[in-house]
């Protein structure tokens, strides 16, 4: 028995210089990492590709026997309309139709009532009112350095006779391409 267990000794001592020899391997290797990064834009701070809020252009409250009307395109927090898009890119803005161009003389564009009135008004890139943006007119922006651009537009809408007390609105399309 004695022998038996000598030889079972032996063998766990065996098998454990083993097992010790076979714990030092080192084995060496590498993680690869990547990101690809592709081109984006956000408007009034939002990113995305459909739906994006371009600002909106209020006129305020006149009486109904206003001459003209003027306001701004404000984005998000009040101010200008704000571009920011990836380093690199040039961006252009494309102000498209709205839902009632032509429906009223005295501007290419206009607001609708609901019922059966129109107030005629245009857009335009200077608060002067004389650099007229036309429908599917563009702005061409600076290449970007990654900083936020201003973009400025403005409208004007003009009064005419007969018109009844009411809220008036319209919708334009814009596009971003970069």
Sequence with gaps: MRKFASRIGLSLLGLT??????????????????????????????????????????????????TTASGQVLGGGGGALSILCSSGT???????????????????????????????????TDAGHSQLLPIDGTINLATSTGVAQTVNIYGQAVGKAGLPAGTYTDTVAVELTF
């Design 17 to 66: 210089l083993v097992s010790s020899a076979h714990a030092a391997t080192t084995v060496t290797g590498q993680i690869t990492a990547s990101l690809t990064l592709i081109s984006s834009c956000q408007v009034n701070g939002a990113g995305g590709s459909t739906g994006l809020n371009f600002g909106a252009l209020n006129f305020g409250t006149a009486n109904s026997l206003f």
């Design 90 to 124: 040039t961006p252009v803005v494309k102000v498209r139709a709205g839902a009632h161009d032509g429906q009223s003389p005295g501007g290419a564009r206009a607001l609708y009532d609901g019922v059966a009135n129109y107030v005629p008004y245009d857009f335009y």
